[in-house]
């Protein structure tokens, strides 16, 4: 099974982590939270916001595409990169990846004003 690291995030990752043997078939979001790493998803998963936001550093090729939907709504999220993808539907495949977790979602943007 594939490997997938986290880049440090000060508040949600201080440390960064691994996670071996994460499980195929199964998106970012969901291993994430299980191991105790409480990404913001509030929209419990269901492809309606951008706060699961990720940029995807290492094995992006591996991903499958990401829907219209995921799209549109990428175009909404903080720091938007050519390798961003909701974690909530981004599911893990046959390839280790390197997530980082943007400093801030858009609801933290919002709330900072």
């Known amino acids: 099974m594939p490997k997938l690291t986290v880049l440090p995030h000060p508040d949600v990752c201080p440390d960064g982590a691994v996670i071996e043997d994460a499980p195929q078939g199964v998106s970012i979001c969901r291993v994430l939270l299980d191991n105790h790493i409480d990404i913001e998803h509030a929209c419990e ?3 309606a916001c951008t706060t699961c936001h990720v940029v995807v550093k290492q094995g992006y090729a591996s991903l499958e ?3 219209d ?9 903080w720091g938007l990169t050519s390798t961003s993808r909701l974690s909530c539907q981004a599911k893990i495949a046959d390839q280790d990846l390197t ?3 943007p400093k ?6 919002k709330e900072a004003h």
């Open 45 to 47: 998963l269901s492809c």
């Open 65 to 67: 595409d990401a829907t």
């Open 69 to 77: 939907a995921e799209e549109d709504l990428l175009d909404r999220a």
């Open 99 to 101: 997530v980082e977790i």
């Open 104 to 109: 801030y979602t858009i609801n933290h943007a």
